[in-house]
């Protein structure tokens, strides 16, 4: 399996795990909820769906409200597949969750990790939180170095490219800090004292008074959800 088909399985079984979906829904979801997912298109979608049933993760169930009922015959056209996930579905999720090794937090595989972190145990975060921040310093380390020793033979508008990267790597460090101060402090995403999960809203990806990636400012609390 990719990395990439990983991900896409991981998201999946979270948001069937919030609630039975069709496929449309599905994708929707994926590309509004989880905006590393907007290249996905039903040709990936679909396969993936496909996978997970027979893996004994989803099952399938006939679309049950009355749209559906009525629209299919008159398209001439199935009614909407339901996913829903299974006990074993469930379980493989909250596996996949508690992993904390590299791969939870390179870049194609942080965003959709940190968008179910309401759903994840506070060690756990930590955990995913240093490793990234871990990893991010490194890559700051390297394109410092890099520009030190290419500075002079560069243009400026390459220079200014460099250094827009920098910056950006720099805030997403700085917000990473913010977010591990936070946990330690045992505060979850709305700003409360809790010891459980924190209770983030899935539709953004972040929710309450804690910067998103690259915003140096702190977001308005009423995040607008999807529907």
Known sequence: MSRRSGILEFAVLGLLRESPMHG??????????????RAFSYGTLYPCLKTLV????????PGNTSEDALAAPLAGRRAKIVYRLTPEGKEHFEQLLAQTGPDAYEDETFAARFAFFGQTSRDVRMRVLEGRRSRLEERLEKMRASLTRTRERLDDYTLELQRHGMESVEREVRWLN??????RAGRDLRGSATGGPAQQDTTTGASGDLPRPGDTSRPDSSDDTAT
Do not use: A
């Open 24 to 37: 449309y829904e599905l994708r929707k979801r994926l590309n509004t909820s989880l905006g590393v997912f």
């Open 54 to 61: 027979t893996n004994g993760w989803l099952i399938e169930e």
């Open 178 to 183: 913010e977010l591990i101060e936070s946990e």
